[in-house]
């Protein structure tokens, strides 16, 4: 492992430093600090061979390079230097996920116009004027404009996100209805107060929020699980937390699973506190990231709300993450650095004495056996917020219910839906499934219809008109005839999915309002927000949709939800299979009756006495976890035992199969901490992308050197060029 930070210093001008940049090199470079010397941590503009790239002042240097041939940095730039204790948590979390120091630079560099130096620009405000002509272009500027809430836009940011030329907009700031001004390019967030009268909390959560207070008070390290059922006021309770940061003034940061739900929090923001907080995910402009980035570096953003990687902005003084979903996967990014957002916010705040909230109505099982051993603090929220009950659930045995094929909405669940609607009242028909039909099969030939370039069948996808493969997103318009055969029209969907669903509730029943949610149907996150505003406030009677709706959204009206198939998240090996299920459905169901009106949840089931289909309905959650819990600690499984995947792949697979091979002979690294591999084996998807994927998998006891066992054991072969090494610490998923 990697030794300690050296002491932070200044070096004076022609003094040895080592440089972290964000370049794929093993670690950092020598180099001779600039006319008027450097600090630890400062952001600096370094030569490497003909270009000049980003770094960051890593410490002294190293020696062992001819002292004559080092280069000077180029030059310091303007932003405030790292702190220390960001520097360590990328060496920790590089350590953790053993990912190269620079890849980990990286997420924290990700700042728009870093190197550049403060200026004055033109930026968008809504004015008082009103055009007077309103068309569907201006129109859709001004709720662009109105979305970002005062948040300064420029014209082309305001254009393209409304989809208009900038002549339209230039058009309202004449008319008045837009004013443009000059403004410094980084200016601080509003003011939030957290003094604002909030709601009268219940005793309940008044008793947490104290607690969560207190802790925040403390000023010290800290983490605590927040369960509550879904709409028992998770949300009210960490606010306060929130609330208390602010008070110390230290910043705060509440990460969410999804953009979709954003915008309602803000509104919640706006609610309590006066004012928005700093946003940063992929749906925010580069000038707004540019400034959150600088502001929250320099103390002008007291609240951030985002994605995972906000997790690597450069706080000032953090003093509480929330992870709110906390057993949500996407924290997990499974794309280039493989971390655990909620493993890393907790990392993150023991080095910055900062206290953690991981918020859930269905936590993971790694927070559950924390907060059993004692490690995390617990707080539980056992009823919904005012009149609202939980909902009742029930299994729908669909081995007595009398479906004609390619149907797949039981005359049970279609009764219950009518009578939902007679009473003006919602239903949501929940399926975990994008597109047509999963499958496309030829009735000639047998044959079904697969991606050129990954071991998946493609998905029909009949809004688009196209087959798309989940995979690598390839797609192709449906084809009239078989590609393996020839045969003309003899292509036939096998399955469903949300489209097929909806087609079938169109003829099921007739006159009602369907709204389809699935993530792929809306092109901008305006557009489905916009949808599910319209669903909220009853424009709709029947919603159809995918997991997205299982994510936190209040839709008052909705009283029954129909899961059309409760069995699909139980095939497979997936280790988590029943923890995942267990949790989607509870959440799904969860949807239901959260305002005045009780709810009901009907799961169509081929195996209603399946033992995990079984704790879902009886409710009884911690008997679930803790059933759970034994499973995994009998089989020395995570979270009682580590694991490592190693996805191996190359456009060759008999390179891959042997080097994966030779890997798993040469475990002696392993076998020292007493640490197993298993395979090679092909990946359950076996090729993506035109690479054959094989994967291999370690495991070991808890309380070994874990990592540095890996490390070991992976540096003894070095890849061919054309093969990636893919390490996957705490694997999630196991395609
Ligand atoms: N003490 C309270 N006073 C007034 N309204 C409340 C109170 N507690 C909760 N609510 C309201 O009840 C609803 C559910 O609360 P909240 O969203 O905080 O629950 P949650 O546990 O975070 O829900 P979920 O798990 O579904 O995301 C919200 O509309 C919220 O404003
Ligand atoms: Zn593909």
């Not at 702190?83 to 979390?93: N, P, S, T």
């Not at 004449?174 to 009268?197: C, N, Q, V």
């Not at 909230?357 to 099982?365: D, E, H, I, K, R």
């Not at 090729?687 to 066992?709: E, N, S, Y």
Request: with cysteine; proline share 7%.
């Amino acid at each position: 492992m990697r030794d300690a930070l050296p002491q932070p210093g200044h070096y004076e001008e022609g003094a040895r430093i080592a440089v972290l940049t964000t370049q794929p090199l093993p670690g950092p470079l020598d180099y001779r600090a600039p006319e008027g010397g450097c600090w630890d941590g400062a952001f600096v503009e370094v030569p490497l061979g003909p270009r000049r790239v980003l770094g960051v002042v890593w410490g002294p240097g190293e020696g062992g390079f001819d002292a004559a041939r080092l280069r000077p940095v180029n030059r310091v730039l303007d932003a405030a230097p790292m702190r220390a204790e960001m520097r360590e948590f990328i060496l920790k979390a590089a350590d953790y996920t053993l990912t190269p120091l620079p890849a980990m630079l990286r997420l924290a560099t990700r700042a728009p116009g870093l190197g550049g130096a403060p200026t004055m620009r033109r930026v968008l405000r809504r004015g008082d004027g009103a055009p007077d002509r309103m068309t569907d272009a201006r129109t859709r500027v001004m709720e662009a404009l109105d979305e970002w809430g005062g948040a300064a836009v420029t014209l082309k940011e305001l254009s393209d996100a409304a989809g208009v030329t900038s002549s339209v907009v230039k058009g309202l700031v004449k008319a008045g209805a837009i004013l443009e001004e000059d403004s410094p390019r980084d200016t601080p967030y509003p003011w939030l107060d957290p003094d604002l009268p909030s709601v009268e909390l219940t005793p309940d959560q008044e008793a947490g929020a104290t607690m969560l207070r207190e802790a925040v008070g403390s000023g010290r390290y800290g983490t605590t699980m927040l369960r509550g059922v879904t709409g028992s006021g998770k949300t009210e309770v960490y606010m306060e937390a929130v609330a208390e940061c602010l008070r110390q003034g230290r910043q705060a940061l509440v990460l969410l699973p999804e953009i979709a739900l954003t915008s309602e929090f803000l509104t919640r923001v706006q609610d309590r506190f006066g004012a928005r907080p700093a946003e940063w995910h992929s749906g925010v402009t580069m000038t707004e990231r540019r400034r959150c980035w600088r502001m929250v570096g320099e103390g002008g953003a007291s609240l951030v709300v985002g994605a995972r990687s906000a997790l690597f902005l450069p706080y000032r003084d953090l003093g509480l993450i929330v992870v709110d979903e906390e057993h949500d996967t996407s924290y997990k990014q499974e794309d280039g650095v493989l971390y655990n957002a909620r493993d890393m916010a907790v990392l993150r705040a023991s080095l910055c004495s900062a206290q953690v909230v991981l918020a859930s109505a269905t936590p993971s099982l790694e927070t559950w056996v924390n907060a059993e051993a004692g490690k995390y603090r617990r707080l539980d929220l056992a009823s919904r917020f005012g009149t609202a009950v939980m909902p009742e659930l029930h299994a729908l045995d669909m081995r007595t219910e009398d479906l004609p094929g390619s149907h797949w909405i039981s005359p049970t669940l279609a009764d219950a839906v009518r009578a939902r609607m007679e009473k003006g009242e919602q239903a949501l028909l929940f399926l975990n499934r994008r597109g047509y039909a999963p499958v496309t099969l030829c009735r000639a030939c047998g044959q079904q219809i697969g991606c050129d370039h990954c071991d998946a069948r493609m998905v029909e996808h009949r809004f688009l008109k196209r087959l798309i493969c989940h995979q690598c997103g390839e797609s192709k318009p449906i084809p009239e005839a078989c590609p393996s055969c020839g045969a003309e029209g003899r292509l036939a969907p096998v399955g469903p999915g949300v489209e097929r669903l909806a087609e079938e509730a169109a003829e099921a029943f007739p006159g009602a309002r369907i709204s389809l949610l699935s993530s792929d149907l809306f092109g901008s996150s305006r557009a489905l927000k916009a949808e599910i505003e319209g669903i909220a406030a009853g424009q709709a009677d029947i919603i159809i949709g995918t997991q997205i709706v299982a994510k936190g959204h209040n839709f008052p009206l909705l009283t029954l939800v129909g899961v059309i198939d409760a069995d699909l998240g139980l095939q497979g090996s997936d280790l988590r299979a029943a923890e995942r299920t267990f949790q989607l459905m509870r959440q799904v169901a969860g949807r239901a009756g959260r305002a005045e009106k009780p709810g009901q949840a009907l799961l169509q089931t081929f195996q209603p006495e399946h033992a995990v289909i079984r704790a879902i309905l009886s409710g009884d959650e911690e008997g679930f976890w803790r059933a759970e819990a034994d499973e995994r600690r009998a089989a020395g499984m995570p979270p009682f035992g580590r694991m490592a995947g190693i996805v191996l792949s190359s456009t060759e697979v008999g390179e891959v199969f042997d080097f994966a091979s030779e890997l798993a002979r040469r475990d002696a690294p392993l076998r020292r901490i007493g640490a197993q591999v298993f395979g090679p084996a092909p990946a359950p998807i076996a090729r993506i992308r035109g690479r054959h994927r094989v994967r291999l998998l370690v495991k070991a006891d808890k309380g070994t050197p874990f990592q540095a066992a890996l490390a070991d054991w992976i540096s003894q072969l070095k890849p061919p060029t054309n093969l990636r090494l893919a390490v996957d610490i705490d694997p999630q998923s196991f395609l």
